[in-house]
Every structure is written in C-alpha cells, then in structure tokens.
T-cell receptor, first 108, second 114 residues
Framework: DAKTTQPPSMDCAEGRAANLPCNHS???????VYWYRQIHSQGPQYIIH???NNETNEMASLIITEDRKSSTLILPHATLRDTAVYYC?????????FGTGTSLTVIP | KAGVTQTPRYLIKTRGQQVTLSCSPI?????VSWYQQTPGQGLQFLFE???????NKGNFPGRFSGRQFSNSRSEMNVSTLELGDSALYLC?????????????FGPGTRLTVT
C-alpha cells in the first residue's frame, strides 16, 4: 500500500521554477514529509522536510497543504544539475517510506 | 569531512551463498540505516542501528541481518541468497536517530545474485 504518490516524470526549462507534487493522503498529524533526490549512480541526497508549516532552505521550498494530504517541492530556479529522481518520503514510525519518485529533467 | 563509504562497491554471488556488506559512517555519526533499492520495489527500509542496537526494522525476512560496532561502523548480512536479492544496497548515516536528523547516503553496493 503506497504511502505517497508522485508523477513518474516531469520536464522543466532551465532557470524556471520546478514544482514537484506529492500526494500523501493517509498520513496522520505527527508524521513528517521528507524530500530526497538521487542523481544517477549516487546515493539519495537530503533536500528538505516539514510537518505542517511551509519550509524553505537554500535548496528548495516545501509547501504542505493545510489538510496535509499533499505537498509540493519547489526548486525556484532549476539548473541542469537538478536533473535527478526526486523522492517524496513519509516518516511513519519507526521507518521511512519512499515513494516511487519523479524523474525531473531540466531542459536547456 | 569524508562521506559515507561502502565496501565493496560491486559484488556477484550465487544463489544459496551468503554475503556481508560493510558501511563506514561519517565521523561522529552514531546512526546507520540500510536500504534496498530495486527497479520494481524502489527504495525500501531494511533496518536502523544506533549505539550498537537495532532500533527499527523494515519488512524483510530474517535472512537479512545486521550489526553495528562500537566505532559506529555497520555490516549487513544476507544469508541463503535468492535471485530477488539482486539490488543496490544503500547505507545512510546520521548524527542520531533518523527521526530527528537528516541522513547522508553512501554510493551503495551493487549485489548481483546469479
């Protein structure tokens, strides 16, 4: 039973914002949402995480809907190096559940 | 600071054999988690060790086991290998339990079972 649902692939023009959606309609109020990305042949890399409020760091912003059933990862100015598979993950104690990921291709 | 290292990077084994994979966490990190990544199932959590104790465990059979040493280095063992165990095995370390701290992943060990 999938805990998160993501589109399999997306394209984004270089320099534009990339908005990656994730549905997690079954999580409860104290379960965190994490985003990691995996560039080909490397291990996943942490991007951001949140619970209820929107979060922002030097890499991205995370927007979580008020009902917490979905979230959006925003890369404000995508570059070619952002081409990767992006995983939306929920922490349902005691373990992390990875989604199937969205393959983002940034186009020059 | 050196990242997470995993050895070996590539491994080929035969059905029925057993295998041991090694993970050295980032210096100062006390938690090590293991994941299996396959094209069909994606990334799946195996287990997490903290201070030499298994703290969390995913839904894998008992053939998959692990341990952590006093220097935080960890090993994962798979016994009686099956073809379906072919996968990329990823290790991740964090300062403390992963419910609080972000994880840093190693490059993985690619296991092929023939």
């Amino acid at each position: 039973d999938a805990k998160t649902t993501q589109p399999p692939s997306m394209d984004c023009a270089e320099g534009r914002a990339a908005n990656l959606p994730c549905n997690h309609s079954t999580i409860s109020g104290n379960e965190y949402v994490y985003w990691y990305r995996q560039i080909h042949s490397q291990g996943p890399q942490y991007i951001i995480h949140g619970l209820k409020n929107n979060e922002t760091n030097e890499m991205a912003s995370l927007i979580i809907t008020e009902d917490r059933k979905s979230s959006t990862l925003i890369l404000p100015h995508a570059t070619l190096r952002d081409t990767a598979v992006y995983y939306c993950i929920v922490l349902i104690l005691p373990q992390f559940y990875f989604g199937t990921g969205t393959s983002l291709t940034v186009i020059p | 600071k050196a990242g997470v290292t995993q050895t070996p990077r590539y491994l080929i084994k035969t059905r029925g054999q057993q295998v041991t994979l090694s993970c050295s966490p980032i210096s100062g990190h006390r938690s090590v988690s293991w994941y299996q990544q396959t094209p069909g199932q994606g990334l799946q959590f195996l287990f997490e060790y903290f201070s030499e104790t298994q703290r969390n465990k995913g839904n894998f059979p008992g053939r998959f086991s692990g341990r952590q040493f006093s220097n935080s280095r960890s090993e994962m063992n798979v016994s009686t290998l099956e073809l379906g165990d072919s996968a990329l095995y990823l290790c991740a370390s964090s300062l403390g339990l992963t419910v609080v701290y972000e994880q840093y992943f190693g490059p993985g060990t690619r296991l092929t079972v023939t």
